[in-house]
């Protein structure tokens, strides 16, 4: 009998607790997720470019509020024509095709129920498919929609664990076909301009990065179909929507482009807020997800991020969103500025009897200059167009207009399918750092070793 208990307190040590699928083992200290084979004739998708599409085909699925808003955006885009719309709710299909009546398009096909999806994805005059449904739907639609010879656009986070975030890159090498998740927050203005500097040297060499996604959402939670989103926050540690904080990060740290993310370490406080609201809604009496979590990332190449969760205390919007440079700072939350202890903004920014000691940020003259000499390019393309369609301000129509851009162009898209698997993994590996006692966890390379083979992140452009 103390043998079995034994056996039986190793295996736990090794799957680990509630709150990640326990495909992991314990090496030295540090947990360390399986990494699965590349099978024969599978390969990587990095940089992928395919065939120009000259009109984009888009079926959606999914038309709440993330769905809904999207077709109207996707209206005032040129080469794109929506020939399907899909929801579990025929109401919700109608009101979407009454945007295309009212635009004077063509109306779309119609899908409802529990398996419309399967039918949208089976149409053989749809590119695209443009999914907006609860988390744990993302993967099983994109998964069937790239083996049915589509394109996939999938909201944040791509997948719920890292089985699923392998199973979306394996697919999506598997079928040569991009996957690409829509994190909208990379194309928010400040983020693009701050980017922008980066690639030009402003801030010299990125040290530190913060992001988060801190957003009490006590009004939102019974707008979410069957209370999909507390559901899923109740049975799930761990930072579980990590992507509109990290994916700004991954891109000015050229993440897979150049560097990796090797290993993190997370924290997380008691559920109290979460746990009644989870007893007012669900009369649940347990809450996994802990009101505030904060996680730790290295690189690599030594660089590190900071990562902060929080939907369930009164606090002010914030994505937290810093850059740290040797030779700068940009700060999104709560008060946009920079800091520069240098003069290497150029006489027409910064005249020379204007002293920059970097203990405090520039002035905000000196930063309307910044923002408008270091305007990303796509944003000075169609910033005006953006801020009319809007979306969040406009980042949402920015993203939705790279994403066509890049398919009738044959470009690679913004995003991959390792961008998605890197940001959505978070959720899974900070709930078993957090289940081991705060264990540091070794980051799955979704690349397969192919991580330096792209120098720098860049916008692709015709």
Known sequence: MKKLILMLAAVLTLVGCAGTSGDYRIVDGTIVFNTPERIEGQKSVLGLRTAPIDTVRVGFIGLGMRG????QRFT????????????????RTDAAQEILKKKNLPEAALYSGEDGWKDLCCRDDIDLVYICTGWQLHVPMAVYAMQHGKHVALEVPAATSVAECWQLVDVAEQTQKHCMMLENCVYDFFEMTTLNMAEQGLFGEILHVEGGYIHNLD???????GNWRLSFNQSHRGDVYATHGL???CQVLDIHRGDRMTR???????????????????????FANGDHTMTMIGTAKGKTILLQHNVYTPRPYSREYQVTGTDGFANKYPVEGFAFRHKNLGE???????????HDFVSEEIKEKIMEKYKHPVVREIEDQARKVGGHGGMDYIMDYRLIYCLRNGLPLDQDVYDAAE????????AASMDNGNMPVE?????????NKTQGYRHAVK
Not at 423 to 430: D, P
């Open 264 to 286: 993190l370490v997370s924290m997380d406080t008691e559920s109290i807020n979460g746990a009644a609201t989870a007893k007012r809604l669900m009369d649940a009496d347990s």
């Open 423 to 430: 940001w959505s993994c978070i959720g899974e590996l900070s």
């Open 348 to 358: 027409d920014v910064v005249k020379d009897h204007e002293d920059l000691t970097g």
């Open 443 to 451: 980051f799955p390379d979704f690349t397969r070793g192919d991580w």
């Open 219 to 225: 009004e939102f939670w019974e707008q979410y179909q």
């Open 76 to 91: 005032y885009l040129e080469g794109v024509e929506i020939k399907a719309l899909c929801d579990l709710l025929p109401d």
């Open 68 to 71: 809904h808003s999207a077709v």
């Open 247 to 249: 994916g700004p990060a």
